[in-house]
């Protein structure tokens, strides 16, 4: 692995995810690596959701909130699904194609279009 | 943080006992605040009738004076550092008068403004000076 | 070329146009008219502060390609971006219910009837201008019309010179018994409504939908440094004409409509017109400021699309936010607290928490790997520093000797 290529945490977590069309969808929450046969530990996932951030605040907090969304807005997206990391973390889909991603369609769909002038289509 | 935060309201609370000498009392500040109402209602009176003043800032301006000194004036006797006896029934009678034309201010020309003006300015003067001990 | 002077310009005009709000209206108003010219230091002093930072601020959309609470999350983390997101929630939350009660006000001189009825209708206006609005219009719309403040000055021609004995208070303040409290909270409260965090992230925010380049760093520093050096000269003027006005009447400026009695003495009917022409403008320019910049910290800060040119449906999440802020703000202001109060609230609450607003972006515009070479000079730091904690430390001092005596104002 060449030097450029050397990452730390401080490179993904909280970083911007943003999607080949240019959509800003969340922010790094957690990382998920996985150990694999063989020794090796590789990152898996990037998390998105509000148990893996009230976890970086306080352990309680995240009882808390795996207590109220039983992980329903835990999201995760496959580091194989990284194009490039810089300023933003490029991924290789469209918005559309992440869950999380649907998050700004879904408030759209849902209640933003009963309100005037949304511009909703 | 938690230590900085508490070191930060110790201080707080330390400043507030230590230095009641340079803030005023209860009444002090009050007194000087109904005086200062009562002069700014005794100069929009005066400006309408001077032609300085919309018709419609002076009505607004006399409903803030009123919400500013709104319940004040039974409190007075009560307030902490207030005069006793004929001193502050004095500032109660003023304050009354003045009242009075700060409710039913004349704005338009046929009444006497003149009189509402003197009784503004006569509890004003008298507010301030208690107010200065 | 010449559309690049025709943007300083601008830059320059608007910011000149929307330096006073309502919480230096009020400061400023109660400074000149308690210990006349005894704290027009306060607002110089603040002004460098606030030249200096949003300096920064627009250099550091233009260099880093982030956004400010992105970056703030990125260096610290998001347990420690709480902090500062947690303090601009309370000040902005005071503030934006103040400004609209400014704004109420300024309609009611204008037609009479008292301003709590104006208050509903102008949480709605601020909405649709939040909602709708393009981002330029904002920027520029209330701006230009609050160039009406430059008649402070005019005010002040109209009635003098002021007298050597009330000059002298620059330098020499005059306190009745008692008074220490209260020219401190003053102090404190006209720096909290000068240096104005919301402005660091409205400003940065700004610079990021037009989409600011290396080439926008001699505009970013001509519009701060000369805007809001002129700026605040509206703010001195007031001071002044307080000063000149209503401290020999022995008025307080306790209310709003009080400030104006300066301008009518000043020019009659249309001197208290163009007062509550320039306090509506202001104030409304900067409710709707202190709306987008709220909601670009939270929308920055999570990672979502933001951005006023988007339609509300393009960026959901981030209209979705601003209008429950909007609605939150609403409700404080109808708890009943008179909107100068208020704003005295926000202003001295604004300078209590200034370093924990502001430190964090002090060190990210140190960070040579988001900026290079143009991350801040020491000089910068350090001036920047000492003003944030001359701030804070004459808030811990002052602020809990106004709430024994009974409040401010």
């Known amino acids: 692995m060449s030097e450029s290529e050397m990452l730390s945490m401080r490179d993904l977590m909280d970083n911007q995810l943003e999607t080949a069309d240019g959509r800003m969808i969340g922010r790094v929450a957690d990382v998920e690596a996985e150990w694999r046969d063989g020794g090796e530990l590789v990152l898996a996932n990037l998390v998105t959701g509000p148990q893996a951030l009230a976890g970086r605040v306080a352990h309680w907090l995240e009882v808390v909130m795996r207590f109220v969304f039983r992980g329903r807005f835990e999201r995760t997206i496959p580091t194989s699904e990284i194009e490039g990391i810089g300023p933003t973390i490029k991924l290789r889909g469209r918005a559309e194609e992440y869950l999380v991603g649907q998050s700004d369609r879904w408030i759209a769909r849902h209640i933003l279009r009963y309100i005037p002038w949304s511009g909703y289509w | 943080m938690r230590r900085a935060l508490s070191v930060v309201s110790l201080l707080m609370l330390s400043v507030a006992l230590a230095s009641c000498q340079f803030s005023q009392s209860e009444f002090a500040s009050q007194a000087g605040k109904i005086g200062s109402e009562f002069a700014a209602a005794a100069t929009t009176l005066r400006y309408v009738h001077e032609g300085r003043l919309l018709r419609g800032y002076a009505d607004s301006s006399f409903q803030s004076y009123r919400s500013m000194l709104e319940g004040l004036g039974p409190q007075i006797p009560r307030m902490n550092g207030a005069p006793k006896g004929k001193r502050v029934e004095r500032l109660v009678r003023l304050y009354r008068r003045a009242e009075k034309a700060v409710t039913h201010p004349c704005l338009d020309p046929g009444c006497d403004w003149r009189s509402q003006l003197r009784a503004l300015n006569e509890a004003s003067h008298a507010f301030q000076r208690a107010s200065q001990g | ?409």
């Open chain 3, 1 to 409: 070329m010449s559309t690049r002077w025709l943007q300083v310009g601008l830059g320059v005009i608007t910011a000149i146009g929307s330096f006073v709000e309502v919480g230096s209206v009020t400061t400023a108003a109660q400074a000149g008219a308690t210990f006349g010219f005894g704290l027009i230091w306060a607002v110089v002093l603040g002004t460098c502060a606030l030249v200096l930072l949003l300096d920064m601020s627009g250099r550091f959309a233009a260099v880093s390609k982030r956004t400010y609470a992105g970056a703030i999350r990125e260096r610290f983390g998001f347990k420690f971006y709480l902090l500062p997101l947690s303090a601009a929630l309370v000040t902005n939350c005071l503030l934006l219910a103040a400004e609209m009660g400014g704004t109420s006000i300024a309609v009611s001189l204008f037609l009479g009837s008292e301003w709590r009825r104006w208050y509903p209708i102008v949480a709605l206006l601020v909405w649709l201008a939040f909602w709708r609005a393009p981002f330029k219009l904002i920027e520029n719309g209330p701006a230009l019309l609050g160039l009406l403040a430059l008649s402070f000055w005019v005010g002040i021609f109209k009635i003098g010179v002021p007298s050597p004995g009330l000059v002298s208070t620059m330098w020499h303040p005059h306190f009745q018994q008692g008074t220490v409290s209260e020219y401190l909270y003053i102090a404190v409260a006209t720096l909290g409504a000068t240096v104005s965090p919301y402005l660091v992230v409205f400003y940065s925010g700004g610079a990021r939908e037009e989409k600011w380049s290396r080439r926008s760093l001699g505009i970013n520093r001509a519009s701060a440094v000369l805007g809001n050096g002129f700026g605040s000269l509206t703010a001195i003027a007031l001071v002044i004409l307080s000063a000149m006005v209503l401290k020999p009447l022995n008025i307080g400026a306790n209310t709003l409509n009080e400030v104006g009695l300066s301008m009518a003495r000043a020019m009659g009917p249309v001197g208290s017109f163009m007062f509550a022409a320039a306090l509506f403008a202001t104030c409304f320019g900067a409710a709707v400021e202190v709306l987008l910049a709220m909601s670009y910290n939270i929308a920055q800060g999570f990672g979502w699309e933001w951005g006023e040119e988007k339609q509300p449906a393009e960026a959901a999440r981030f209209n979705t936010v601003g209008t429950l802020f909007l609605m939150a703000a609403f409700i404080v202001g109808l708890l009943g607290v008179d909107p100068v109060q208020l704003t005295l609230y926000a202003t001295t609450f604004t300078a209590l928490v200034l370093p924990i607003s502001l430190f964090p972006f002090l060190i990210v515009m140190n960070d040579r790997e988001y900026l290079g070479e143009q991350a801040n000079r020491p000089w910068m730091n350090v001036a920047s520093v000492v003003v944030l904690l001359i701030a804070f430390v004459i808030a811990v001092v002052s602020i809990p000797l106004m709430v024994l005596s009974g409040g401010g104002g």
